[in-house]
């Protein structure tokens, strides 16, 4: 008998709830984040207002505490995958919008486990412009405009993370935040880091051994 592939289900709806409460204990209130997965239950997509009939792309979420009208809206969204029995993101995309229709991006980090070009599989675009980079444009002979720049930010295993633009956005002043928030940004990144670094010691578990000889020899 074949052996049954893994479910997301479950593991996309835990995902999303995951991502709901790190919102709603730092900058906003009572959004919830959606799951929804093909019929096979093979391949997710994560979002807010995602439409589970009609697949209908994310809204951007408000950022308010209250009921005030948000100064501005963050987008978070995720494609998932089973590979090898995990639960994987080979989408993801975070960025800051003046608007819920997503159109006017102040700056966005992207994610692509599997890229069709060559632009960093993590890197984050800014929209605006740099009057160096327009005369770096010129000495070049060619167009070239900041929001068009693909920034590398750390490759598949050490990409920022959205708790990381969550504190970025805090600290900058740019959203408000409840009074906790540290503690739940660290509480959610250091989730997030583990499963990083249990997937990084499966693809290099010599370097793991190695670090746990070094270790052991300390202690001695």
């Given at each position: 008998m074949p052996a049954r592939r893994p479910d997301l289900r479950a593991?996309?709806?835990?995902?999303?709830?995951?991502?709901?409460?790190?919102?709603?204990?730092?900058?906003t209130?009572?959004?919830?984040?959606?799951?929804?997965?093909?019929?096979?239950?093979?391949?997710?997509?994560?979002?807010?207002e995602i439409?589970?009939?009609?697949?209908?792309?994310?809204?951007?979420?408000?950022?308010?505490?209250?009921?005030?009208?948000?100064?501005c809206y963050l987008n978070v969204a995720h494609t998932l995958e089973q590979h090898?029995?995990?639960?994987?993101?080979?989408?993801s995309t975070f960025g800051?919008?003046?608007?819920?229709?997503?159109e006017d991006n102040v700056f966005h980090y992207d994610y692509d486990r599997e890229p069709e070009n060559e632009y960093p599989q993590a890197h984050v675009q800014v929209s605006g412009r740099s009057e160096a980079l327009e005369e770096l444009s010129r000495r070049l002979n060619r167009e070239q405009e900041l929001d068009r720049l693909h920034f590398p930010?750390?490759?598949?295993?050490?990409?920022?993370?959205?708790?990381?633009?969550?504190?970025?956005?805090?600290?900058?002043?740019?959203?408000a935040a409840r009074r906790d928030w540290r503690d739940t940004i660290e509480e959610h990144r250091a989730?997030?880091?583990?499963?990083?670094?249990?997937?990084?010691?499966?693809?290099?578990p010599a370097?793991?051994?190695?670090?746990?000889?070094?270790?052991?020899?300390?202690?001695q």
């Open positions: 593991q996309a709806a835990a995902f999303a709830d995951q991502t709901s409460e790190l919102l709603n204990r730092t900058v209130h009572g959004i919830r984040i959606r799951s929804v997965l093909q019929a096979d239950g093979q391949v997710g997509w994560i979002g807010y439409d589970r009939l009609t697949l209908t792309p994310p809204r951007g979420i408000p950022l308010t505490l209250t009921t005030a009208p948000p100064p090898q029995g995990f639960l994987v993101a080979s989408k800051l919008y003046l608007d819920e229709s997503l930010v750390g490759g598949k295993r050490f990409r920022p993370c959205l708790e990381d633009v969550i504190e970025m956005l805090i600290v900058e002043r740019l959203a989730r997030f880091h583990r499963i990083q670094l249990m997937a990084a010691v499966r693809r290099d370097a793991a051994r190695e670090q746990l000889a070094m270790l052991e020899a300390e202690r």
